[in-house]
Each structure stands twice: as C-alpha cells, then as structure tokens.
C-alpha cells in the first residue's frame, strides 16, 4: 500500500510538472517529439561510445542465435568524457547507459558535457526527447527503479541527482540533489578514485553509491517520497576493497565487484542502510571491476585479465565460482538478454563487443564479436 500511495503522489507530482514545462515537452528543445512512448526494445543491444568528439549509441539487432547486426547509430547531442590515466574504461564506473524496460526509455550520460540524453525506444529505433543538466560535473552512472532516476556525478567530490521520469522527460526532484565529499585527484590516478556507480535497491527504498579507492565505501541513502534522499548517506567502510559495480541476486542480496581483491562480494542490506557481509571469493583474475546478473548467474569484467568470470550464488548469498573465459583486450562492461541465455561484454581496448551464449552450467560459448565505430575505450552497453 505504501509504494502504491508513493507511486500515486509522484504521478500527481509529475502531472503539476508537465504542465509547468509543456511548452519545453512540446518542442522548444529542438529533439523530435512524436508519441510519447517508444514501444520498447526486444532482442536488441545498445553501446554506448563514449567519444569525447561526439557520444553515440550503436543498436544492433540480435538474432534467434545470438549474434548481433548494426541496425543504426544515434548522437546522443552530447559528448563524451575521459577520466585522467584511464586506458580502456574511460568513464571508470558501471551503468552509464541504462534501458528501462517499463517507460521504454534508454538513458545515457554525456560525461564531457555534464547532461544525461533521453531516448525513446521502438525496437531498435531510439527517439531523442531530451537532453538535460546532470546537476554535477562528469556524469558516470545512471539508475531507474519506476519513475525516480538517479545519476552519478563523478567529479568535484561526487555527487547524486534525483529526477522523475514522465512522458519521455526526466525532471528533477527538487533538493534532491547530494553531495558525495570525495577526495579525487586530478593526477593519473583519477580514475580509480571516483565513485563507479549508482544503484536502487529491489525495493527502491535505498540508493547505493559505491566510491572506490576514495574512501573505499559503500554510501547508502534512504529514498523518501517523490525521490526525496536523505540528508546524509550511512557510509559502510570496507578497507582496501576497491567497491566498483553493483549489483543484487534473485534473493535480494547486495553483490559488489571488489577491484582490489579482484573478487566478487555478497552483502545483507539491512533496513537502517547498514551492509552485513556474507561471502567474498576471488576470481583468480586480475583488475575484477563490473558485474553483470544472467539469470541466477554473474559474470563480472576483468580488465587486467582480458576476461570475464562466472558466478553463482545461493539462497543465502553463498558465491561459487564456475571459471574465466577469454574476451577481446580490455574487458569492461557487459549485459546479458532479458533471458538470460546470451551475454555481450564490452571490451574497451579495441571497441569490440564479444557475444556469447550462457551454457545451463553457466559456462560461457563464443559466438561472434562486433567492432563498435569510435568506442574504444568506451563504456555502456544494454541488452534486452
């Protein structure tokens, strides 16, 4: 009943908002507007490019087998970013596209333009509607749990901005907008101390930010009304771990790409924002920093390794690891079918897109590899 109340009052909030900003909605932005909705994507894969000349999103069509077709690329009206000594993951973090199934929208940061660019998607058709101020400098990650988005803002310490999703818009929370108080150099070593990614709980009562080597934390801020954050976040320490991507099994647990150990961690997220550890296991891999969930599997990115590892967990958040398997140079982010039958992992040395099939033991089948125009060193990718 409470998310149900929640989720009506922050339509009535949306609804007073559409009509303060119907001229901007109507076309005053310059983006073509046509029907609100998209329709959704099905069997599609979008990649982000990250260029610093001009940020695109590559679609490509993915057949009954798996393997992937270009079917068009889309300027996202922005630009892309570059974090100081970063190689092959230029963004440092995890999540920088992200396709909401529910309001058929595809997100995607502009890093080197401090904007976010909202697309409608229609199959493998993507729709501008907005581009819109990040509400911080340097924007790595984006989050979606109904209509509240979050985004991640990398530099001058970090921060997080809440907005409301309505009608192919985001629109934002007012005083929803969060200061982190990183540290963060500006030397070579930048890119291993900004925060690398935001998240919902299942439930979307909490907000996680992981903050890397900063402060080597796990930030969680309560979620109130409308999108409303709490003041402050509860920090969890985890010395020396590295915290990078998140994200949550079938059961609910928190699951945590650790850099540091280049292993992957389980948590209990408690009710007052507290993280409880349940299991920790190495990959034998180097540089582990993403996590992707396939169904009841994770497969997380090992860019030192040029690999990506196989996970399971159980009900009680117990991992188990089920081997490596090779990738192109520079291994970064991935995203598995809505089935959970293939996986795409996004390798940044070359801008090459691996495909493979998820075997039922959770062994991994090479299946083919696009190359992705203008996106080495690039990150995002989104498959549904």
Known sequence: MKRLTRLALGASVALG??????PVAAGADGFPQGPPFGGGGSQVVFVQTDNTAGNQIAA????????????????????????????????GSQGSLNYDPRNDALYAVNAGSNTVSVF?????DLILRQVVGSGGTFPVSVAVHGNLVSVLNARNGGS??????????LFPVPGSNRALGLTIPTDTTEFTHTPGQVAYSPDGSKLIVTTKASSNAIDVFNVGFFGNLSPSPVVNSVPGTVPFAISFDQTGHLVIAEAGPSALATFTLNRDGTITQLDSLASGQTGLCWVAPAGSLFFTGNTGANSTSGYQTNASGQLTLLGATP???????ASASSNGHFLYVQTG???IVDEFQVNAN???????????????????????
């Open 17 to 22: 908002l559409s009509a303060l900003v119907a």
């Open 60 to 91: 490509y069509g993915r057949a009954d087998n798996g393997t992937l077709t270009l079917e068009n690329t889309y300027n996202t009206g922005g630009l892309g970013g570059a974090l100081n000594g970063s190689q092959v993951d230029h963004l």
């Open 120 to 124: 409608s998607v229609r199959g493998d």
């Open 160 to 169: 997080v901005q809440e907005y409301y999703a309505f009608f192919g818009h």
């Open 327 to 333: 990738t192109d140079p520079g291994t970064v982010d």
């Open 349 to 351: 040395g070359n801008g």
């Open 362 to 384: 959770g062994s991994l089948t090479e299946i083919g590899s696009v190359t992705v125009a203008g996106a080495a060193g690039g990150q995002g990718i989104a498959a549904s």
